[in-house]
């Protein structure tokens, strides 16, 4: 359910003199079952910011970070696949797939990478793939892979809190950002060159996840990825919506609404108060009766500076 803003800023064709190019990294849909939620950090001091100018990073972040909305979409298999041809330097497994919040996380001893891959492209070039599921490695160190072989699937080991895969990108050891890998980000024009073979839209912000409950829902649960609930009863104690997104920034405005058979039930107008990289807010009602019987209608909608960026909709039967 991810709904992306896409923000005008076409990157340009492939960069570094055409010499290496990379292929997306992940067997899923951008802005439909996957987003890129963490970028490489372009300020060099104590904050962070990504290419795009906004806040999708976090001090020293040295890659991209490809992720899924929900556990629930780790545990049905997304893969890792090699964004470019090369030799196997050295892979890692046996790592757990447990949030490093968990109280039962393992102690990391160095291994903040997780389960993953490192590849020698040649030239200088290689890629470095981290937190992927335990027991999903598919290749050794030494086998020659071609440009889309899988690699191993998208976990959770590692130094992480959600589900992606960490690629990281260096020529000549130096870590790079395959979305402007030549020169520092300048606010409001696109870089000269990039990295990608394909485009890759930048995307700001987005809706993950949303869907209507009979009390507010835990997060954890949400982060898992709730089933969704399409019919309630009429005797439900409240009617709920939630919405889980990403990319959220201090002052954006949310609004969370239901409208029933018998018009609007609940609007809610929220100024959120901080930036996040990933949060969700709920809004809802508590019976006064029973609920008219019919359809239901949830919306999520995300205004920055006046501008909607995001939207999403959910719907329930009451019978």
Not at 32 to 57: I, K, M, Y
Not at 142 to 155: C, F, K, N, P, S
């Amino acid at each position: 359910m991810i709904r992306p803003l896409l923000v005008a800023l076409t990157l340009a064709p492939a960069g570094m003199a055409g010499a290496f190019e990379l292929a997306l990294p992940v067997d899923c849909t951008l802005g439909e079952t996957c987003h890129v939620q963490n970028h490489f950090d372009r300020d060099s001091g104590p904050g962070w910011q990504d290419f795009g100018c906004g806040a999708l990073s976090y001090d020293g972040h040295d890659g991209t970070d490809f992720a899924l909305p929900t556990r629930a979409a780790m545990e049905a298999g997304v893969n890792v696949l090699a964004a470019a041809g090369g030799t196997v330097r050295g892979v890692r497994d046996g790592m757990p797939d447990i949030p490093r919040d968990d109280p039962a996380a393992p102690p990391l001893d160095g291994r903040e990478c997780g389960n993953g891959v490192a590849i020698d492209h040649g030239n200088g070039w290689e890629t470095q793939y981290c937190h992927l599921m335990q027991g999903s490695i598919a290749v050794r160190a030494g086998d020659r892979v071609e440009t889309g072989a899988v690699l191993g699937r998208i976990g959770l080991s590692g130094n992480t809190v959600f589900p992606h895969v960490h690629i990281a990108v260096r020529k000549d050891g130096v870590a790079l950002d395959p979305f402007a890998p030549d020169a520092a980000a300048t606010c409001g024009a696109p870089p000269e060159t990039d990295l990608w073979a394909g485009d890759i839209a930048y995307d700001g912000f987005g809706f993950l996840d949303a869907g209507f409950a009979d009390a507010v829902p835990d997060y954890g649960a949400i982060r898992n990825g709730l089933p969704p609930r399409l019919i309630f009863p009429a005797d439900a104690p409240a009617l709920v919506v939630w919405a889980y997104f990403f990319g959220a920034r201090q002052g954006d405005r949310l609004t969370l609404s239901i409208t029933g058979p018998e018009g609007e039930v609940i609007r809610q107008d929220i100024t959120l108060d901080r930036t996040q990289a990933q949060a969700f807010r709920a809004t809802g009602r508590k019976a006064r009766g029973p609920w008219p019987a019919g359809a239901y209608r949830g919306e999520a909608v995300l205004l920055r500076d006046g501008a909607e960026v995001g939207r999403t909709v959910t719907s329930i039967a009451v019978e």
